[in-house]
T-cell receptor
């Protein structure tokens, strides 16, 4: 285990549903990330939170809405998704900039939009 | 535009040989370059980090080099084993940023 826990591990949702992905870390890190990984494509950085403030939003559609209530928890709220949003969604954490430390990833949530 | 490219989609080698994976980048000034291993259906796991002022870093059977002139990093696995079969990702973190950007990954298959 890496110390980063994601729930659920698998999620199937319809295009009209609303669901949330949860990520939790107790490593004392103060930067958290959401990545999307689709088949045959590199990991795509979606959102970065540093010290609970969103510092990066990589042109992600508004149907994805992140929330970081504290330094240990990160959510990704999903609504009216499209089938092409089906992918593995990975959460990661690390120390903030200036620290030469690695990112710790969760196991991911495999999302299928039907 | 900024790009991180890793050589070949898949690399097949025989057990005991040295695997060499390449990571090339353009339009970045990375402070650090990192290598991760990813197994199917799981999140990436950190392997090694090398700073811009370091030429080489080793860890057990792993060796990473970093050439900021060529804008390239090489990742070597010596005495490879079937258990080394996985996808290997390189990632860059630029100065004064929390963005960690990944390459496309190279899938390594080690045959007995």
């Amino acid at each position: 285990e890496t110390g980063v826990t994601q729930t659920p591990r698998h999620l199937v949702m319809g295009m009209t549903n609303k669901k949330s992905l949860k990520c939790e870390q107790h490593l004392g890190h103060n930067a958290m990330y959401w990545y999307k990984q689709s088949a045959k494509k590199p990991l795509e950085l979606m959102f970065v939170y540093s010290l609970e403030e969103r510092v990066e939003n990589n042109s992600v559609p508004s149907r994805f809405s992140p929330e970081c209530p504290n330094s240990s928890h990160l959510f990704l709220h999903l609504h009216t998704l499209q089938p092409e949003d089906s992918a593995l969604y990975l959460c990661a954490s690390s120390q903030t900039q200036g620290w030469d430390t690695e990112a710790f990833f969760g196991q991911g949530t495999r999302l299928t939009v039907v | 535009s900024q790009k991180i490219e890793q050589n070949s989609e898949a690399l097949n080698i025989q057990e005991g040989k040295t695997a060499t994976l390449t990571c090339n980048y353009t339009n970045y000034s990375p402070a650090y370059l990192q290598w991760y291993r990813q197994d199917p259906g799981r999140g990436p796991v950190f392997l090694l980090l090398i700073r811009e002022n370091e030429k080489e870093k080793r860890k057990e059977r792993l060796k990473v080099t970093f050439d900021t002139t060529l804008k390239q990093s090489l990742f070597h696995i010596t005495a490879s084993q079937p258990a080394d079969s996985a996808t290997y990702l390189c990632a860059l973190r630029a100065y004064n940023t929390d963005k960690l950007i990944f390459g496309t990954g190279t899938r390594l298959q080690v045959f007995p």
